[in-house]
Every structure is written in C-alpha cells, then in structure tokens.
C-alpha cells in the first residue's frame, strides 16, 4: 500500500485545475460578453440567437455523453480534459473570423462540445487524486478561480470595447486562451502523479476504499441524489435570465449588471470559503443551504414589479445558493460513485440535470411571457426547495453494504 500523496501535491492538484478553469473562463465569458453584438454585425436574428443557446446545450450534453463513454482510466480522463479545454479555446478564438451567423453558432456549438467533453472527466481526476476529507476544499478552489475568470474577462470585453472591434477582442482571446491549455496539460500530469501516490483512504481511521472493480453502487442514496440534483439544478435559473426577469419588469441597466457583479462576487466568495474550512464541508449542509437560497431567490423575483433592493437580495442569494450547490453536488457525486465510474456517473447526472433544465426553463420563461409571473418563479423555487430537502435529508456517508 503506497502512502498519501504529500502536501505539496494536495496543494496543487487543485490549484492548477483552478488556474485552468480560471484561464477557460476568461476565454469565453470575454466571448459571451461579445457575442450578441457580434451576431447582429453578421446579420443574426433573435431566433438564431436562441438557435446558437439551444444547440450549444445539446452539444453540451453530448460532450456528457462522450466522456462518459471514453472515461474509463486515468489516461483517458486526462486526455479528455486537455482535448475538452482545447476544443473549448479554438472554438472561441475562431468566433472571431466568423464570417456569418452560421459560422458562428457553429464555432459556439464546438466551444460547447469541449466544456461538456472535460467538466466528468476533470472531476473524476481531482477526486480520485486527493482523500475524500480534501474533496469539498478542493472544488471550492478550482470554483473561486473558475468564477473569479468569469469576472474578469467580461471586465477585459468591457474595457476594450471602446478601443477594439469585437472581432479583434475575440481574436485577443488566444492568450489566456493559451495559457488555459498549458496549465490542462500540467494539472492532469499532476493528478495522476498523486494518483499513484495515494492509497485512495477517506477519513483516518476507516478501512481503504474498496477496489474500484469491487465498490459497491448505493442504489437508493444514488436515486435520492439523482433526483434531488436534477430537481436543484432545474430550479437553479441561469443568472441571465434572472437578469432579464429584472430588466423585463423595468428594471434600470446599471441595477441589473450591479445584481450580475454581486452575484459572481458571491460566488466567489462561498467557494474560498469552502476551501480555506470557513464554512463546512458536509455536503449534506451545503446541498441543504442552497435549496433554501435558491428558492429564496426565485420568490424575491415572482413580484409584477420587483423593487430593486429585492432584485439586488435575490442575486446575493443566488450567487450563494450556486457554490453551495456546485461543490455540493460533486462531493457527494464522489461519495456514491467508486473511482473507475466517477466519469461515467458525473457525466451521467450532467445529463439528467441538462436535459430536466432544458424542458423546464423555456416553460418558466413561458408563464412570464404570458404575466404569469408568480407561477413560473413558484415552480423554480419550489423544484429547488424539493430538490435541496431531499439532498439534506441525505447521510454524508454511505453506510458498507454486508459483504456477500
């Protein structure tokens, strides 16, 4: 049995699949800033907008469906997560010779393809790289940094704008771009360096994990977890569109986007939180917590008329609301699934959760379109509120099956 892997490589495991995730993001939220005003330039209409969302979401899911398919060794995981990142920036990086709407939505559907292809795989790598106790602290980093990318490459979009064509700024995109898939390469040589180090022991003092061939599935805890994730993850609005909620009922500019800065602010404060043990670990908790914040922040939107101090609480709720779930929901993924099946069951709930949010979002976006307002809200904070008591209601640890 080979010993623990040591604490510098605990240290960095997770702080450079952060630096990833943290390059990634810049990349394509500087995109995502960018990109309606670039789809209206090549003469894209509200419907090829929506076309673009759709298809890159299903390319998304299929990414799923690809790893969890190829997944099944630490070599391929790597493989697919440097594949995954670098699909991701040449996708993005190319939107800016887009010569037509076409091109465009096909080059996001790419970018798409790449996020979905390494999200299982990376996450199988980082769990089975360091101790359960060191999971939740983990995820919390690689979650700041990843959110604290999406902060600062808007910023970058909005400083430049005024100096440089959209094209130009997508071009510009191949730095951070770059650096993103260097530091792909150097996390996943640095997971599978404390792969083989590490004797795959949870907390101390408990019996070794079962081999991975050998680990038993939970199926009634993996059931609850799969329903109530996908439940969480249905309720959980994108920010977008709890931006448009606000700007629809007359909302002012400056108000929305103070809303969308707060809310990643939160962001990312929760997750450095998480994972410098200022707030607990237990994914018990943390699912708990973020089920009532979800909610919370849906039933602050479900007025006509929302008072901007109402908008303002929801977007600090929901910034809260989703660490705890992100983290959450990927510690007690790792608690259920043994490691030779963390890419298969990773990509496996991103697909259930994709799909359920699919169906249910244009539905709540529906019932606001026609006044309902408090109806669709009601249904979002209350799948969220569902899911997050179900997942609360959860055991952290999933008691050893008799041996037989």
Known sequence: MTAAPGPDLRKAVPLRFGLTSLFADMTYELAHVLLPSLMLHLGGTGMATALMESLAEGTKMAGFWTAGHLGRNPEKESLLVRTGYALTVLGTVL?????????LIALKSLSWFGKGLR???RDALLTNALPADLHAAAFGIVRGLDQTGGLIGPLLALG?????????????????????????VSATRTALRARIETDHQSVAGQEAEPASGEAPLHSHALRAFLLGGVLLRAGMFPATLLMFRFADSGGSFPVTVGGFLLSSLMTVGVN????????????????GASGFLISLSALLLSGTHPAPILYLLAMTAWGSGEAFASVGLKVRGAILWPPALRT??????????????????????????????EAGMGMAAAAAATGGLILARSPDKVPQLPAS
């Not at 005024?162 to 792909?184: D, E, H, K, M, Q």
């Not at 298969?344 to 309902?372: I, K, N, T, V, Y």
């Open 95 to 103: 939107m800016g010779a887009a010569g037509s709407a076409g091109a």
């Open 344 to 373: 298969r069951g990773f990509a496996l709930f991103e697909r259930m959760a994709a799909f359920l949010s699919l169906l249910f979002w244009p539905l709540a976006a529906h019932l606001w379109d026609l006044g309902q307002t």
């Open 119 to 121: 999200g299982p795989a």
């Open 160 to 184: 430049l704008s005024g100096l440089l064509s959209p094209s130009r700024i997508l071009f510009l995109t191949i730095v951070p771009g770059v650096l993103c898939v260097a530091y792909s």
């Open 272 to 287: 450095l939180a998480i994972a410098r043990r200022r707030l607990s670990s237990s994914p018990r908790i943390l699912l």
